[in-house]
Protein backbone atom coordinates (compact mmCIF):
# COMPACT_ATOMS: atom_id res chain seq x y z
CA UNK A 1 0.00 0.00 0.00
CA UNK A 2 2.88 2.37 1.09
CA UNK A 3 6.63 2.70 0.48
CA UNK A 4 8.63 3.13 4.20
CA UNK A 5 10.27 6.44 2.40
CA UNK A 6 6.80 7.99 1.12
CA UNK A 7 5.95 9.20 4.41
CA UNK A 8 6.75 8.79 8.48
CA UNK A 9 4.67 8.08 11.03
CA UNK A 10 5.26 9.27 14.51
CA UNK A 11 4.09 8.74 17.91
CA UNK A 12 3.78 10.73 20.88
CA UNK A 13 3.70 9.47 24.39
CA UNK A 14 0.02 9.20 23.83
CA UNK A 15 0.24 8.18 20.09
CA UNK A 16 2.39 5.36 20.08
CA UNK A 17 0.40 2.63 20.16
CA UNK A 18 -1.87 4.46 18.12
CA UNK A 19 0.29 5.10 15.59
CA UNK A 20 1.90 1.60 15.30
CA UNK A 21 -1.54 -0.12 14.83
CA UNK A 22 -1.87 2.56 11.79
CA UNK A 23 1.79 1.25 10.34
CA UNK A 24 0.92 -2.54 10.96
CA UNK A 25 -2.56 -1.14 8.77
CA UNK A 26 -0.48 0.22 5.85
CA UNK A 27 2.60 -2.32 6.16
CA UNK A 28 5.10 0.00 7.15
CA UNK A 29 7.51 0.41 9.68
CA UNK A 30 6.35 3.30 12.56
CA UNK A 31 8.84 6.49 12.81
CA UNK A 32 11.54 6.25 15.42
CA UNK A 33 11.23 8.98 18.16
CA UNK A 34 11.58 9.17 22.02
CA UNK A 35 9.92 11.44 24.39
CA UNK A 36 10.86 11.60 27.93
CA UNK A 37 10.33 13.92 31.29
CA UNK A 38 12.46 15.07 33.25
CA UNK A 39 11.95 15.65 37.62
CA UNK A 40 11.16 18.94 36.69
CA UNK A 41 7.92 18.03 34.75
CA UNK A 42 9.94 19.42 31.72
CA UNK A 43 9.48 17.40 28.38
CA UNK A 44 11.63 16.48 25.62
CA UNK A 45 11.04 15.00 22.22
CA UNK A 46 13.61 13.57 19.85
CA UNK A 47 13.40 12.43 16.28
CA UNK A 48 15.49 9.62 15.93
CA UNK A 49 15.81 9.54 12.03
CA UNK A 50 15.93 11.53 9.36
CA UNK A 51 12.72 13.23 8.14
CA UNK A 52 13.99 15.51 5.63
CA UNK A 53 11.30 16.23 2.31
CA UNK A 54 9.10 13.56 3.85
CA UNK A 55 5.48 14.23 4.38
CA UNK A 56 5.07 13.50 8.13
CA UNK A 57 2.34 12.41 10.36
CA UNK A 58 2.71 13.20 14.30
CA UNK A 59 -0.10 10.60 16.28
CA UNK A 60 -1.09 12.67 19.80
CA UNK A 61 -4.37 12.62 21.51
CA UNK A 62 -4.70 15.37 23.83
CA UNK A 63 -6.80 13.21 26.62
CA UNK A 64 -6.42 12.28 30.32
CA UNK A 65 -3.41 15.14 30.74
CA UNK A 66 -4.56 17.26 28.31
CA UNK A 67 -1.62 19.99 29.70
CA UNK A 68 1.53 17.88 29.34
CA UNK A 69 0.19 16.10 25.79
CA UNK A 70 -1.24 19.39 23.94
CA UNK A 71 2.55 20.73 25.16
CA UNK A 72 4.19 17.74 23.78
CA UNK A 73 2.02 18.24 20.74
CA UNK A 74 3.69 21.96 20.22
CA UNK A 75 7.10 20.36 21.22
CA UNK A 76 7.17 17.99 17.89
CA UNK A 77 5.97 19.68 15.10
CA UNK A 78 8.51 21.95 16.20
CA UNK A 79 11.44 19.52 15.87
CA UNK A 80 9.49 18.70 12.82
CA UNK A 81 9.52 21.75 11.59
CA UNK A 82 13.45 22.39 12.54
CA UNK A 83 14.06 18.61 10.76
CA UNK A 84 12.70 19.90 7.37
CA UNK A 85 10.11 17.59 6.84
CA UNK A 86 8.15 18.26 4.01
CA UNK A 87 4.82 18.46 5.53
CA UNK A 88 3.62 18.43 9.07
CA UNK A 89 0.08 16.41 9.64
CA UNK A 90 -0.86 16.62 13.38
CA UNK A 91 -3.26 13.42 14.07
CA UNK A 92 -5.05 14.15 17.15
CA UNK A 93 -7.60 11.86 18.06
CA UNK A 94 -9.19 12.94 20.69
CA UNK A 95 -8.49 17.23 20.33
CA UNK A 96 -9.10 17.65 24.42
CA UNK A 97 -10.00 21.35 24.42
CA UNK A 98 -12.22 21.52 21.40
CA UNK A 99 -15.02 22.14 24.44
CA UNK A 100 -14.04 25.53 25.33
CA UNK A 101 -15.15 26.99 21.97
CA UNK A 102 -17.15 29.89 23.19
CA UNK A 103 -17.23 32.32 26.10
CA UNK A 104 -19.86 30.97 28.29
CA UNK A 105 -19.42 33.54 30.65
CA UNK A 106 -17.69 36.75 31.00
CA UNK A 107 -13.88 36.86 30.85
CA UNK A 108 -12.68 33.47 30.33
CA UNK A 109 -10.52 32.15 27.49
CA UNK A 110 -11.87 30.51 24.93
CA UNK A 111 -9.46 27.83 24.84
CA UNK A 112 -10.37 25.84 21.64
CA UNK A 113 -8.97 29.01 19.52
CA UNK A 114 -5.99 29.33 21.74
CA UNK A 115 -5.11 25.90 21.21
CA UNK A 116 -5.70 26.27 17.54
CA UNK A 117 -3.74 29.31 17.06
CA UNK A 118 -0.47 27.70 19.26
CA UNK A 119 -1.04 24.70 16.81
CA UNK A 120 -0.55 26.33 13.53
CA UNK A 121 2.43 28.48 14.43
CA UNK A 122 4.48 25.43 15.56
CA UNK A 123 4.21 25.01 12.13
CA UNK A 124 1.52 22.03 11.37
CA UNK A 125 0.27 22.12 7.80
CA UNK A 126 -2.78 20.14 8.55
CA UNK A 127 -4.66 18.12 11.80
CA UNK A 128 -6.67 15.75 11.86
CA UNK A 129 -9.47 14.31 14.55
CA UNK A 130 -12.23 12.92 15.51
CA UNK A 131 -15.83 13.60 16.29
CA UNK A 132 -15.10 17.27 17.94
CA UNK A 133 -17.03 18.36 20.60
CA UNK A 134 -17.75 21.57 18.58
CA UNK A 135 -17.34 21.82 15.17
CA UNK A 136 -16.76 25.45 15.88
CA UNK A 137 -13.12 24.58 15.28
CA UNK A 138 -13.24 24.35 11.80
CA UNK A 139 -13.11 28.49 12.09
CA UNK A 140 -10.22 28.42 14.01
CA UNK A 141 -7.83 27.30 12.09
CA UNK A 142 -6.72 28.70 8.89
CA UNK A 143 -5.24 25.64 8.07
CA UNK A 144 -6.95 22.40 6.64
CA UNK A 145 -8.73 20.59 9.16
CA UNK A 146 -10.57 17.16 8.81
CA UNK A 147 -13.16 15.77 11.42
CA UNK A 148 -13.09 12.22 11.05
CA UNK A 149 -16.35 10.01 12.81
CA UNK A 150 -16.24 6.80 15.23
CA UNK A 151 -19.96 6.13 13.94
CA UNK A 152 -19.26 3.59 11.30
CA UNK A 153 -16.55 2.04 13.37
CA UNK A 154 -19.08 2.23 16.47
CA UNK A 155 -22.19 1.05 14.83
CA UNK A 156 -20.49 -1.73 13.07
CA UNK A 157 -19.42 -3.37 16.25
CA UNK A 158 -23.22 -2.94 17.56
CA UNK A 159 -24.40 -4.46 14.16
CA UNK A 160 -22.85 -7.93 16.11
CA UNK A 161 -24.91 -7.84 18.67
CA UNK A 162 -28.04 -8.05 16.61
CA UNK A 163 -30.42 -6.19 18.75
CA UNK A 164 -33.95 -6.65 18.28
CA UNK A 165 -36.45 -3.57 18.95
CA UNK A 166 -33.96 -1.16 18.97
CA UNK A 167 -34.43 2.81 19.52
CA UNK A 168 -31.17 5.11 20.19
CA UNK A 169 -31.10 7.65 22.88
CA UNK A 170 -29.41 10.71 22.25
CA UNK A 171 -27.73 11.75 25.60
CA UNK A 172 -28.84 15.70 25.40
CA UNK A 173 -29.75 17.83 23.32
CA UNK A 174 -26.82 19.67 22.14
CA UNK A 175 -26.11 15.98 20.43
CA UNK A 176 -29.22 15.26 18.77
CA UNK A 177 -27.98 16.03 15.55
CA UNK A 178 -25.19 13.90 15.97
CA UNK A 179 -27.53 11.17 17.57
CA UNK A 180 -30.08 11.17 14.26
CA UNK A 181 -26.91 9.76 12.18
CA UNK A 182 -26.91 6.62 14.44
CA UNK A 183 -30.77 6.37 14.33
CA UNK A 184 -30.49 6.45 10.31
CA UNK A 185 -27.39 4.11 10.21
CA UNK A 186 -29.52 1.68 11.96
CA UNK A 187 -33.16 2.60 10.63
CA UNK A 188 -34.92 3.28 13.45
CA UNK A 189 -36.50 5.84 15.99
CA UNK A 190 -34.58 9.01 18.38
CA UNK A 191 -35.33 9.58 21.99
CA UNK A 192 -34.05 12.49 23.73
CA UNK A 193 -32.29 12.65 27.38
CA UNK A 194 -32.77 16.39 28.40
CA UNK A 195 -30.50 17.18 31.16
CA UNK A 196 -28.92 20.57 32.75
CA UNK A 197 -25.30 20.59 33.56
CA UNK A 198 -23.10 23.67 34.46
CA UNK A 199 -19.93 24.67 33.05
CA UNK A 200 -17.79 23.25 35.48
CA UNK A 201 -20.46 20.55 37.35
CA UNK A 202 -19.14 17.38 36.58
CA UNK A 203 -22.36 15.41 36.66
CA UNK A 204 -25.37 16.06 34.21
CA UNK A 205 -28.87 15.50 35.93
CA UNK A 206 -30.88 14.02 33.33
CA UNK A 207 -34.42 16.22 33.58
CA UNK A 208 -36.52 14.27 30.83
CA UNK A 209 -36.48 11.34 28.41
CA UNK A 210 -38.80 11.89 25.18
CA UNK A 211 -40.52 9.23 23.16
CA UNK A 212 -41.31 5.97 23.67
CA UNK A 213 -38.92 3.35 25.24
CA UNK A 214 -40.62 0.37 26.95
CA UNK A 215 -39.35 -3.11 26.18
CA UNK A 216 -37.34 -1.90 23.98
CA UNK A 217 -33.34 -2.11 23.80
CA UNK A 218 -31.96 1.32 24.11
CA UNK A 219 -28.64 2.66 23.04
CA UNK A 220 -27.68 5.54 24.43
CA UNK A 221 -24.93 7.60 22.06
CA UNK A 222 -22.64 10.29 22.82
CA UNK A 223 -19.53 12.20 21.87
CA UNK A 224 -17.10 11.78 25.00
CA UNK A 225 -17.87 10.77 29.19
CA UNK A 226 -15.39 11.60 31.54
CA UNK A 227 -16.93 10.67 34.50
CA UNK A 228 -19.77 8.13 33.50
CA UNK A 229 -22.66 10.42 35.51
CA UNK A 230 -24.77 11.37 32.29
CA UNK A 231 -24.72 7.83 30.89
CA UNK A 232 -25.55 6.27 34.38
CA UNK A 233 -27.90 9.06 34.93
CA UNK A 234 -29.91 8.53 31.78
CA UNK A 235 -29.78 4.95 31.86
CA UNK A 236 -31.39 4.68 35.26
CA UNK A 237 -34.18 6.67 33.73
CA UNK A 238 -34.72 4.44 30.61
CA UNK A 239 -34.70 1.27 32.94
CA UNK A 240 -37.04 3.33 35.25
CA UNK A 241 -39.43 3.89 31.71
CA UNK A 242 -38.77 0.23 31.02
CA UNK A 243 -36.02 -0.44 28.58
CA UNK A 244 -35.13 -4.01 28.29
CA UNK A 245 -31.38 -3.81 27.51
CA UNK A 246 -29.48 -0.57 28.12
CA UNK A 247 -26.38 -0.17 25.94
CA UNK A 248 -24.21 2.64 25.22
CA UNK A 249 -21.54 4.11 22.54
CA UNK A 250 -19.23 7.15 23.39
CA UNK A 251 -16.42 8.00 21.01
CA UNK A 252 -13.92 8.59 23.67
CA UNK A 253 -13.58 7.58 27.30
CA UNK A 254 -11.46 10.08 29.75
CA UNK A 255 -13.36 7.91 32.20
CA UNK A 256 -11.29 7.50 35.65
CA UNK A 257 -11.74 4.80 37.98
CA UNK A 258 -14.35 6.07 40.06
CA UNK A 259 -16.71 6.66 36.44
CA UNK A 260 -15.64 3.08 35.21
CA UNK A 261 -17.03 1.95 38.78
CA UNK A 262 -20.50 3.50 37.98
CA UNK A 263 -20.89 2.08 34.91
CA UNK A 264 -20.02 -1.71 36.41
CA UNK A 265 -22.73 -0.93 39.13
CA UNK A 266 -25.25 0.54 36.49
CA UNK A 267 -27.92 -0.73 34.25
CA UNK A 268 -25.81 -0.22 31.17
CA UNK A 269 -25.02 -3.77 29.90
CA UNK A 270 -22.52 -2.53 27.41
CA UNK A 271 -20.38 0.59 27.09
CA UNK A 272 -18.38 0.50 23.11
CA UNK A 273 -16.04 3.44 22.80
CA UNK A 274 -12.59 3.87 20.71
CA UNK A 275 -8.84 3.97 21.34
CA UNK A 276 -8.96 7.74 20.59
CA UNK A 277 -8.04 8.02 24.26
CA UNK A 278 -4.82 6.61 26.18
CA UNK A 279 -7.16 5.40 29.19
CA UNK A 280 -5.71 2.38 31.46
CA UNK A 281 -8.88 2.58 33.47
CA UNK A 282 -11.23 1.39 31.39
CA UNK A 283 -9.06 -2.07 30.47
CA UNK A 284 -10.35 -4.10 33.36
CA UNK A 285 -13.87 -3.35 32.74
CA UNK A 286 -16.18 -6.44 31.41
CA UNK A 287 -18.48 -3.59 30.64
CA UNK A 288 -16.15 -1.53 28.39
CA UNK A 289 -15.69 -2.67 24.80
CA UNK A 290 -12.70 -0.63 22.78
CA UNK A 291 -12.76 -0.54 19.19
CA UNK A 292 -9.72 0.66 16.98
CA UNK A 293 -10.34 3.16 14.81
CA UNK A 294 -7.08 3.66 14.05
CA UNK A 295 -7.43 1.76 10.45
CA UNK A 296 -9.99 4.48 9.98
CA UNK A 297 -7.24 7.26 10.26
CA UNK A 298 -4.48 4.93 8.40
CA UNK A 299 -7.32 4.54 5.04
CA UNK A 300 -7.19 8.85 6.04
CA UNK A 301 -3.96 9.15 5.27
CA UNK A 302 -4.41 7.30 1.78
CA UNK A 303 -6.38 9.80 1.17
CA UNK A 304 -4.16 12.48 1.57
CA UNK A 305 -1.55 11.09 -0.10
CA UNK A 306 -3.80 10.64 -3.25
CA UNK A 307 -5.29 14.04 -3.31
CA UNK A 308 -8.65 12.10 -2.93
CA UNK A 309 -11.68 13.04 -0.77
CA UNK A 310 -11.59 12.64 2.95
CA UNK A 311 -15.44 12.59 2.74
CA UNK A 312 -15.65 9.51 0.78
CA UNK A 313 -14.10 7.56 3.37
CA UNK A 314 -17.14 7.62 5.20
CA UNK A 315 -19.74 7.31 2.13
CA UNK A 316 -18.41 3.10 2.00
CA UNK A 317 -15.71 2.23 4.73
CA UNK A 318 -13.63 -0.67 2.96
CA UNK A 319 -14.31 -3.55 4.91
CA UNK A 320 -10.72 -4.13 5.75
CA UNK A 321 -10.93 -1.44 8.50
CA UNK A 322 -13.55 -3.33 10.45
CA UNK A 323 -11.60 -6.39 10.18
CA UNK A 324 -8.62 -4.35 11.89
CA UNK A 325 -10.74 -2.89 14.15
CA UNK A 326 -11.39 -5.04 17.39
CA UNK A 327 -9.21 -3.25 20.28
CA UNK A 328 -10.08 -5.01 22.89
Not at 93 to 103: A, N, T, V
Not at 209 to 220: E, P, Q, R, S, Y
Request: with cysteine; glycine share 8%; hydrophobic share 40%.
Amino acid sequence: MLNNGEIKILGGSTGAVFAKEMCNYLGIEIGKSEVTKSSNGNIFVRVDETVRGKDVYIVQSIGVNPNDEFTEILFWIDALKRASANSITAIIPYFGYSKGDKEEEPRVSIRAKVCAGCIELAGADRIVTMDLHSVHMHGFFKKPLDNFFALPVLAEYVNKLELDNLVVVSSGAGFVKQARKYADYFDTTLTIGYKTQRLYEKNGVVLEIVGNIKGKNALIVDDFTASGSTLVNLANGLKERGAKNIYACSSHLLINQSGVEKIENSPIDLLISTNSVNNNNVLLSEKIKIVSVAPLFAEGILRMRDRKSISSLFEKIPQKVFEYSIYK
